[in-house]
């Protein structure tokens, strides 16, 4: 059974501070996805990474997919409010099919 | 970006009734489409590919006489949960691909349907 594990599984800092997330498996995927879901929505994507070692980032937040494409990790600078969410990731086991990581529920207190 | 909208955003049924839930793709054609449910405070479980014109094809531990998959048009696909339970109780949500005219497939997901079963 393929399974993408996400680390932590719940997150609550203050404005301002750092954090990083991490999504996990020993199985290899073609591309890695996150996305951000908030209640009573579905996910949004905030990102594709599809090549070992890359690195993208959108405003303040910087994704890398892991050499191998086993593991990829969110990092996000000086969190906002507005960044509180469920993160997802997940990643494409076969083409465009995709199984969803574990889940990092993130609070960002004003 | 591509729409896609799911009806009825809530539904409350009685137990053992059946209920359909609809995913459309509002601004392009899909031949596949997925189906997950996600428990409160959980993460996305897929449970089924719904493929246009043909059956779907479920996950393991997925009922498919329990959870019926139709996809009749390149834009519809309709989720029925037969005889609903209170174990059904949960958030349905649904996705599809744009693969026309060389878009990477990014999947676009539906606004949820919650499901309470009494």
């Known amino acids: 059974t393929q399974l993408l594990e996400q680390s932590p599984q719940f997150l609550s800092i203050q404005e301002g501070e750092n954090l990083t997330v991490y999504c996990n498996s020993s199985?290899?995927?073609?591309?890695l996805q996150w996305y951000r879901q908030e209640p009573g929505e579905g996910p949004v994507l905030l990102v594709t990474v599809v090549t070992g070692g890359e690195v993208k980032k959108l405003k303040r937040l910087t994704f890398q997919f892991g050499d191998a494409r086993k593991d990829s990790s969110l990092h996000i600078t000086a969190a906002q409010p507005g960044d509180t969410g469920l993160y997802l990731c997940?990643?494409?086991?076969?083409?465009?099919?995709?199984?969803f990581g574990t889940g990092t529920r993130l609070k960002v207190l004003a | 970006g591509a729409v896609v909208s799911q009806h009825p955003s809530w539904v409350i049924c009685k137990s053992g009734t059946s209920v359909k839930i609809e995913c459309r793709s509002l601004d392009f054609q899909a031949t596949t489409m997925f189906w997950y449910r996600q428990f409160p405070k959980q993460s996305l479980m897929l449970m089924a590919t719904?493929?246009?014109?043909?059956?779907?094809?479920?996950e393991q531990g997925v009922e498919k006489d329990k959870f019926l998959i139709n996809h009749a048009s390149l834009t519809l696909s309709t989720l029925t949960v037969t005889s609903a339970h209170p174990e059904d109780s949960s958030f349905y949500i649904c996705?599809?691909?744009?693969?026309?005219?060389?878009?990477?497939?990014?999947?676009?997901f539906g606004e949820g349907s919650r499901l309470t079963v009494l």
């Open positions: 997940a990643g494409e086991i076969r083409t465009y099919k995709y199984i």
């Open positions: 199985s290899v995927f073609s591309s």
């Open positions: 719904s493929n246009e014109g043909s059956k779907a094809t479920y």
């Open positions: 996705s599809a691909r744009d693969t026309a005219g060389g878009n990477t497939g990014e999947l676009f």
